[in-house]
């Protein structure tokens, strides 16, 4: 079955201090994962898609088929990058969401 | 020019009362979503149209029921509110399945 799990519920790091925000996934075809941010009280937002390589707000995600893997990373952290972390896989015509992680950032 | 939004931002309402909320997106999307957050922020789909016909009904009671006029307009209308529904319901776009999500702002829902 189609699941994602993000083992984390809470990552609180300073300011400065590199992140990462774990996702593995279990998905019977080819994966297309997400990862989304919710700030406080606000909407999701994408972050980043695993096929554009992208980096956005200086976080990179790398796609470990290997390891079943979609960690999000970036190697110095911000206050402003305090939020609600949700990585997501498509598949069966819908996103399935992991439970999130809160990235919480001391200055 | 709002990509995805829903009316109203709040709604406060007592057990046993009907509500109806709103959404609309102006990308152009074919398909459109809803989504449950609970207090633990987990994010639950709860059902998808895609061309206005329904393709994901995920686990709800049936006194959740969606309806879509069109392409740009998803509502949601819950029956006999319970406590148990108080929480932030978000509507999302996508262009086609399995695509990327846009989401609205969200619509806390809170049933005293």
């Known amino acids: 079955a189609q699941r994602v799990t993000q083992p984390e519920k809470l990552l609180s790091v300073f300011k400065g201090a590199p992140v990462e925000l774990k996702c593995n996934y279990s998905y019977s075809g080819s994966p297309e994962l997400f990862w989304y941010v919710q700030y406080s009280r606000q909407r999701l937002q994408l972050l980043l898609r695993h096929i554009s390589r992208e980096s956005i707000k200086g976080f990179t995600a790398d796609l470990n088929k290997g390891e079943t893997s979609f960690h999000l990373k970036k190697p110095f952290a911000q206050e402003e990058d305090s939020a609600m972390y949700y990585c997501?896989?498509?598949?069966?015509?819908?996103?399935?969401f992991g439970a999130g992680t809160r990235l919480a950032v001391h200055p | 020019d709002t990509a995805v939004s829903q009316t109203p931002k709040y709604l406060v309402t007592q057990m046993g009362n009907d509500k109806s909320i709103k959404c609309e997106q102006n990308?152009?999307?074919?398909?459109m979503y809803w989504y449950k957050q609970d207090s633990k922020k987990f994010l639950k789909i709860m059902f998808s149209y895609n061309n206005k016909e329904l393709i994901i009904n995920e686990t709800v009671p049936n006194r959740f029921s969606p309806k879509s006029p069109d392409k740009a307009h998803l509502n949601l209308h819950i029956n006999s509110l319970e406590l148990g529904d108080s929480a932030v319901y978000f509507c999302?776009?996508?262009?086609?399945?399995?695509?990327?999500?846009?989401f609205g702002p969200g619509t806390r829902l809170t049933v005293t």
């Open positions: 990308l152009g999307h074919d398909t």
């Open positions: 999302a776009s996508s262009p086609k399945p399995n695509y990327e999500q846009y």
């Open positions: 997501a896989l498509s598949g069966y015509n819908k996103l399935i």
